[in-house]
């Protein structure tokens, strides 16, 4: 979990408790303006990273961008990202299969975001390498190799997947300010 604090922050939320302002809304001002900056940076990511294989886009980041929920307390703001998949590019981890023997990977764009069981797949069949890098795959009638097949995938953790702490931060400090000013404010 990425927690951001500052004093600063908490300098605001005190003057905030000057105007009789709970915790829990300063939270929710503070959680709606970091799920805002999770938001943009979700969007720019899913423009910038295409499907490899020039296949089909699944738009992993723009969902993961429409995902995006809120929770304030008076103790804490929360943001989180319910997208399949997501705590796995930003963790990292090892991705084994749960209904098969083995996970098929995308050999080419046609197959992007189908499963080989898929009708929409020709009828395929499976074939091996064996020697000193063994591997396996899926080809169709023609030998072309439509997925490879693995008994799991290793990724790496990608902490860019979200913005910086000081973005999150700098973002909540802001829209604090402006609620803080909102009741300086004299009336008309």
């Known amino acids: 979990m990425l927690k951001v ?9 005190e003057r905030l408790e000057a105007f009789g302002q709970t915790r829990q809304e ?8 970091a799920s805002t900056v999770v ?3 979700l969007i720019d990511l899913n423009q910038s990273r295409s499907n490899s294989l020039g296949g089909k886009r699944a738009n992993f980041y723009a969902n993961a961008a429409e995902s ?3 929770k304030a307390t008076s103790r804490k ?6 997208e ?4 796995l590019r930003y963790y990292g981890g090892t991705v084994r299969p749960t209904k098969a023997k083995a996970l098929a990977i995308p050999a080419r764009s046609e197959a992007y975001g189908l499963s080989p069981r898929e009708p929409a797949v020709p009828d395929l069949s499976i074939f091996y390498f064996k020697g000193k890098s063994a591997f396996a795959g899926l080809q169709d009638e023609e030998g072309r ?4 097949l693995t008994k799991k995938t290793e990724h790496d953790p990608d902490p860019s997947v979200l913005p910086s702490p000081d973005s999150l931060e700098t973002a909540a400090a802001d829209a604090l300010l ?11």
């Open 68 to 70: 995006i929920t809120t």
């Open 84 to 87: 399949q998949g997501f705590a």
């Open 178 to 188: 402006v609620y803080v000013e909102s009741f300086m404010e004299p009336p008309l």
């Open 145 to 148: 190799v439509w997925y490879w």
């Open 26 to 33: 300063m939270n929710e001002v503070i959680a709606e303006a």
């Open 77 to 82: 703001a929360e943001i989180a990202i319910t």
């Open 5 to 13: 604090t500052t004093d600063e922050i908490y300098k605001l939320a």
């Open 39 to 41: 938001f943009d940076h």
